[in-house]
């Protein structure tokens, strides 16, 4: 089952619930909440083209970046937006101007530290 699949059960379920407990039963906000929930897992772990959107102003995030790669294979690296597509600071430390970068295609949030459970 992928997460599209999940969603439309979790819809179909929840319908049925509101049909026959209300649309302001508890156990119908908690199907909701877990919608909510899968919708943004399945946003925080896809790319986003550029061409969509661009990352937030100072941020860390995944880019692929096609820029000298030969047939289409990409390169990942974390990318520093600290200017929007004018000044990009790279992993390795160097800076990017806008010329440079044009070879980002799409990106995502660098995901969550890791923490040691107790």
Same mark, same amino acid.
């Given at each position: 089952m992928n997460k599209q699949e999940a969603i439309d059960v979790l819809e179909v379920y929840k319908r049925n619930m509101?049909? $026959?407990l209300g649309d302001e039963d508890e156990k119908v906000k908690?199907? @909701?909440t877990c919608i909510m929930l899968v =919708?943004? $897992?399945e946003d925080s772990q896809?790319?986003?083209p550029v061409t969509e959107r661009l990352p =937030? !102003?100072?941020t860390s995030v995944l880019d692929m970046n096609d820029y000298m790669t030969c047939k289409g294979?990409?390169?990942?690296? $974390?990318?520093?937006w600290c200017d929007g597509w004018n000044c990009c600071l790279h992993d390795d430390g160097?800076? !990017?101007?806008?010329?440079e970068i044009k070879g980002v295609v799409a990106w995502m949030p660098l995901p969550e530290? !890791?923490? =040691? @459970?107790k």
């Amino acid at each position: 089952m992928n997460k599209q699949e999940a969603i439309d059960v979790l819809e179909v379920y929840k319908r049925n619930m509101a049909h $026959i407990l209300g649309d302001e039963d508890e156990k119908v906000k908690v199907i @909701e909440t877990c919608i909510m929930l899968v =919708e943004e $897992i399945e946003d925080s772990q896809r790319w986003i083209p550029v061409t969509e959107r661009l990352p =937030e !102003y100072l941020t860390s995030v995944l880019d692929m970046n096609d820029y000298m790669t030969c047939k289409g294979n990409g390169v990942i690296s $974390i990318l520093h937006w600290c200017d929007g597509w004018n000044c990009c600071l790279h992993d390795d430390g160097s800076i !990017y101007r806008d010329s440079e970068i044009k070879g980002v295609v799409a990106w995502m949030p660098l995901p969550e530290p !890791y923490k =040691e @459970e107790k």
